[in-house]
């Protein structure tokens, strides 16, 4: 970590990048990075939404000065190996169902405004014009408190991207050193 750090700021210094930054990285291994000399991360890219908040993790970065980016803000559906056919399905949840309802805006718009207003950047991947434009819209989207408690009572947790991508045999990593419990 320490050589791919300090690798990573030397494009930084050198004028080959304007911002470094770091994607699943949990609270220990930023506590790694912040411990080093010279500078930490911009950005943490991580798994988030209604049914995996990381508020733990979004206060750490708070405190620390890292931003955070919202990946799989939709659950990952099109990307879902066949073992994880019973997985929870967040664009089918009827609580966001509800809220979406309410604001006369789709599933995905509900779950692209619930990251805006965390002030966290949010990446929805789409290769439909229409759906990127209707995300795009959802900035324009005004969640309220009332909103926000039904999406943080939506007693559902769970994590799409589980980790065996990044854990092959030529990886570093084990499951056990990715995310915070
Ligand atoms: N750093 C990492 O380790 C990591 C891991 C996973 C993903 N990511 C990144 O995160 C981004 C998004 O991830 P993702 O593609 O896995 O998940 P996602 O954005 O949660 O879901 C994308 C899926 O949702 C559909 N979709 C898009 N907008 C929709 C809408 N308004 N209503 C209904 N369905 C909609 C898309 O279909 P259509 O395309 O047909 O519209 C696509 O099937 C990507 O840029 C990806 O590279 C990063």
């Not at 699943?24 to 500078?39: A, D, P, R, W």
């Not at 509900?110 to 002030?119: G, K, P, T």
Request: glycine share 6%; hydrophobic share 35%; proline share 5%.
């Amino acid at each position: 970590l320490t050589q791919t750090w300090e690798a990573m700021q030397e494009q930084k210094s050198s004028g080959l990048t304007k911002h470094i930054g770091v994607s699943n990285f949990n609270q220990g291994k930023l506590k790694e990075i912040l411990g080093m000399e010279g500078e930490k991360p911009e950005m943490n890219q991580v798994e988030m939404h209604p049914f995996l908040p990381q508020k733990n993790l979004v206060n750490f970065c708070a405190e620390n000065g890292i931003l955070l980016t919202a990946y799989s803000p939709l659950g990952s559906p099109d990307s879902r190996a066949d073992r994880h056919k019973n997985d929870p399905k967040l664009l089918e949840n009827a609580v966001v169902a509800e809220i979406a309802r309410k604001h006369n805006a789709s599933v995905g718009q509900v779950l692209i405004a619930w990251s805006i207003s965390r002030d966290i950047a949010v990446i929805p991947k789409s290769v439909n014009k229409d759906r990127i434009i209707e995300n795009l819209k959802a900035a324009e989207l005004d969640l309220d408190q009332q909103d926000l408690d039904h999406f943080a009572n939506i007693e559902v947790n769970h994590r799409f991207v589980d980790g065996s991508f990044f854990t092959g045999p030529q990886s570093p990593y084990k499951l056990t050193d990715l995310w915070d419990s």
